[in-house]
């Protein structure tokens, strides 16, 4: 089992930053892809980015590339997100994922964090 918890969401301005966290707990978080997901409201849950298990191959979504950035730290077993230039549209629940390559399915869900971006 892994556990999953999310932080670091919050209100902000269009053009602002935020940078969310997930510490992982319970079984060796090198072992997992990991990766980031959203849920908007009426919307179905979608990828954000996902990173290997080094950390040293990255993947995002079209509509955050260029603006976010994924990365993880494997010795302190925390996953982050790096958002900057923050849009209306990326208002969302945050969700952190772990699994096995190419994460289209994780075995592990954080329980989410709100990102609320204001025009």
């Known amino acids: 089992q892994v556990q999953l918890v999310e932080s670091g969401g919050g209100l902000v301005q269009a053009g602002g930053s935020l940078r969310l966290s997930c510490a992982a707990s319970?079984?060796?978080?090198?072992?997992?892809?990991m990766g980031w997901f959203r849920q908007a409201p009426g919307k179905d849950r979608e990828f954000v980015a996902r990173i290997s298990r080094s950390g040293g191959s990255r993947y995002y979504a079209d509509s955050v590339k260029g603006r976010f950035t994924i990365s993880r730290d494997n010795a302190k077993n925390t996953l982050y997100l790096q958002m900057n230039s923050l849009k209306p549209e990326d208002t969302a629940v945050y969700y952190c994922?772990?699994?096995?390559?190419?994460?289209?399915?994780?075995?592990?869900w954080g329980q989410g964090t709100q990102v609320t971006v204001s025009s």
């Open positions: 319970g079984r060796a978080f090198s072992n997992y892809a």
């Open positions: 994922a772990a699994g096995p390559v190419p994460l289209t399915n994780p075995n592990y």
